[in-house]
């Protein structure tokens, strides 16, 4: 019987409901104005033009929807995406637009599926200078650049006191379950303050591993999660996260900057029914 991502939802659901609930609570990361906490996740959106102009719109933008909680400035979408210079004064502006909602600054490889292939000295020097401009909030570091690479730099953001998203993406597949706990698990060993991991599932059993991943790690640590199966497939993991653990989402107010992202009104609306059915189970 062919399983929609809406059905195979329902049916994880009511699976959830009747086990043990998680060992280990989220302890709330305060980033600008957000709390990540338990509960509902917190919608991010990501710019996707070349230009400073759509940049500063998309800020501008969420400054003004209720529903978007954080901005994801793509760096390596820009047509300056090397100029140090011309970054830093994007990113100045568009977090004077925000005006405390936070900004996560995400240089994507074409190794995870980006637009930009520096060299990983060239990555890692980049963010270092951008680190010490001091207009992010928060940073996404891909854990491919190794372990000594990875805590250089959770150490420098960490003493400025900037977030750090360690994350792991794969385009193709989704990999097996003790290699999606390890790179989770490798994650927080090195000090990521949320861990992220990204999935393309070909099948619903994908899905369901990865909400399964997600549920097992949430039993075990307290940081905040960003899990998502891509494609539309993978859809409902991205409306799933209260239920499995995840703390974050995102959505899109326009072009997606991912396959499979939810437009934000209808993410939203989705979220707070969830949520209203989550809260009504747990009063039972």
Same mark, same amino acid.
């Given at each position: 019987?062919? +399983?929609?991502? %809406?059905?195979?939802?329902?049916?994880?659901?009511?699976?959830?409901?009747?086990?043990?609930?998680?060992?280990?609570?989220?302890?709330?990361?305060?980033?600008?104005?957000? #709390?990540?906490?338990?509960?509902?996740?917190?919608? =991010?959106?990501?710019?996707?033009?070349?230009?400073?102009?759509?940049?500063?719109?998309?800020?501008?933008?969420?400054?003004?929807?209720?529903?978007?909680?954080?901005?994801?400035?793509?760096?390596?979408?820009? &047509?300056?995406? #090397?100029?140090?210079?011309?970054?830093?004064?994007?990113?100045?502006?568009?977090?004077?637009?925000?005006?405390?909602?936070?900004?996560?600054? #995400?240089?994507?490889?074409?190794?995870?599926?980006?637009?930009?292939?520096?060299?990983?000295?060239?990555?890692?020097?980049?963010?270092?200078?951008?680190?010490?401009?001091?207009?992010?909030?928060?940073?996404? =570091?891909?854990?491919?650049?190794?372990?000594?690479?990875?805590?250089?730099?959770?150490?420098?953001?960490?003493? +400025?006191?900037?977030?750090?998203?360690?994350?792991?993406?794969?385009?193709?597949?989704?990999? &097996?379950?003790?290699?999606?706990?390890?790179?989770?698990?490798?994650?927080?060993?090195?000090?990521?303050?949320?861990?992220? =991991?990204?999935?393309?599932?070909?099948?619903?059993? &994908?899905?369901?591993?990865?909400?399964?991943? #997600?549920?097992?790690?949430?039993?075990?640590?307290?940081?905040?999660?960003?899990?998502?199966?891509?494609?539309?497939?993978?859809?409902?993991?991205?409306?799933?996260?209260?239920?499995?653990?995840?703390?974050?989402?995102?959505?899109?107010?326009?072009?997606?900057?991912?396959?499979?992202?939810?437009?934000?009104?209808?993410?939203?609306?989705? %979220?707070?029914? %969830?949520?209203?059915?989550?809260?009504?189970?747990?009063? &039972?």
């Amino acid at each position: 019987m062919l +399983r929609t991502p %809406l059905a195979l939802l329902m049916m994880m659901a009511v699976s959830a409901a009747g086990a043990e609930p998680p060992s280990s609570q989220v302890r709330p990361l305060q980033v600008g104005n957000l #709390t990540i906490q338990q509960g509902k996740p917190a919608i =991010i959106i990501s710019t996707t033009g070349a230009d400073s102009e759509s940049a500063l719109a998309l800020a501008r933008q969420a400054a003004q929807t209720p529903q978007v909680q954080m901005v994801e400035l793509r760096v390596d979408k820009l &047509d300056f995406a #090397t100029d140090v210079d011309k970054v830093t004064q994007l990113g100045q502006a568009m977090r004077r637009e925000l005006n405390g909602k936070p900004l996560l600054l #995400t240089l994507r490889t074409e190794a995870e599926g980006g637009s930009l292939s520096p060299d990983d000295a060239s990555y890692i020097a980049l963010y270092q200078q951008w680190l010490a401009a001091g207009f992010a909030d928060l940073i996404d =570091i891909e854990m491919r650049i190794g372990a000594q690479a990875v805590d250089r730099l959770v150490a420098q953001a960490h003493q +400025r006191h900037v977030a750090v998203i360690l994350s792991y993406h794969d385009f193709k597949a989704t990999p &097996d379950n003790a290699e999606m706990l390890r790179r989770l698990t490798w994650q927080e060993a090195h000090g990521a303050d949320i861990l992220k =991991i990204a999935v393309m599932p070909q099948t619903a059993q &994908d899905v369901s591993r990865l909400m399964d991943i #997600t549920w097992q790690i949430r039993q075990r640590s307290d940081k905040p999660l960003l899990t998502m199966a891509m494609g539309g497939l993978g859809a409902v993991t991205r409306l799933s996260g209260e239920i499995f653990g995840s703390n974050l989402t995102f959505g899109t107010p326009g072009e997606a900057s991912a396959p499979g992202q939810l437009e934000v009104q209808a993410l939203d609306q989705a %979220l707070n029914t %969830l949520h209203k059915a989550n809260a009504s189970s747990s009063s &039972d």
